[in-house]
């Protein structure tokens, strides 16, 4: 299946600074990447839709001032959680879609996730 | 009515047993079904995709849609230790579309 990584997969920061997140697709190009959020035992939560050359589409409630997407190229999207707080202390997740193997070309794509970034704000 | 329902478990099974996970929806738009596996601390792991309806089968893992009741069902035969994680259902109406899930079941397979 297709590979999408995520870089740092853990990171500490101090009230009031800023994190950047990178989702990369190593082994397809995707025009759209989605950005998620996962409190303990709880479900995902869907932040933002990342576009490739274009806006972010931002979910209702995620305030997009403080949840930057970036989607610079057809391999990486970045999320900065900007001025953190501790509330902001989560599991971020990105997904992309992929060709699903041996489906041939045109055939819908299915998702795949990468491995997560654990922030703590302290 | 939740657009996609799961029954949140937990759920307990003796190791070799056949495992019935489900899920229902509401939107007739949803083309695209995954059953994804998410250890804690981990990213989801896509275990199963289907497009429209039908069965598919990859090992141990067994997917079915019915479009016509809105169900979806992912079994797993001989059931291991290490299948124990959190069973997520998605779905979408485009292939690039946002996925819409299930609250997943926790499953935890004894030895």
């Known amino acids: 299946g297709a590979v999408v990584s995520q870089h740092p997969s853990w990171v500490i920061c101090k009230s009031g600074t800023s994190v950047k997140i990178e989702c990369r697709s190593l082994?397809?190009?995707?025009?759209?990447m989605f950005w998620y959020r996962q409190f303990p035992k709880q479900s995902l939560m869907l932040m933002a839709t990342?576009?490739?050359?274009?806006?972010?589409?931002?979910e209702q409630g995620v305030e997009k001032d403080k949840f930057l997407i970036n989607h610079a190229s057809l391999t990486l999207s970045t999320l900065t959680v900007t001025s953190a707080h501790p509330e902001d202390s989560s599991f971020y997740i990105c997904?992309?879609?992929?060709?699903?193997?041996?489906?041939?070309?045109?055939?819908?794509?299915?998702?795949?996730f990468g491995p997560g970034t654990r922030l703590t704000v302290t | 009515q939740k657009e996609v329902d799961q029954d949140p478990g937990p759920l307990s099974v003796p190791e070799g047993a056949i495992v019935s996970l489900n899920c229902t929806y509401s939107?007739?738009?949803?083309?695209?079904f995954m059953w994804y596996r998410q250890y804690s601390r981990k990213g989801p792991e896509l275990l199963m995709y289907?497009?429209?309806?039908g069965n598919k089968e990859d090992g141990r893992f067994t997917a079915q849609v019915d479009k016509s009741s809105k169900y979806i069902s992912l079994f797993i035969r001989d059931s291991q230790p290490s299948d124990s994680a959190t069973y997520l259902c998605?779905?979408?109406?485009?292939?690039?579309?946002?996925?819409?899930f299930g609250k997943g079941i926790t499953l935890s397979v004894r030895p």
């Open positions: 997904s992309a879609p992929a060709q699903t193997s041996g489906s041939g070309g045109g055939t819908p794509a299915a998702q795949y």
């Open positions: 082994d397809f190009q995707a025009t759209t």
């Open positions: 990342s576009n490739e050359g274009s806006k972010a589409t931002y």
């Open positions: 939107n007739s738009a949803f083309q695209y």
């Open positions: 289907t497009y429209s309806s």
């Open positions: 998605a779905m979408s109406t485009g292939a690039n579309s946002k996925l819409t």
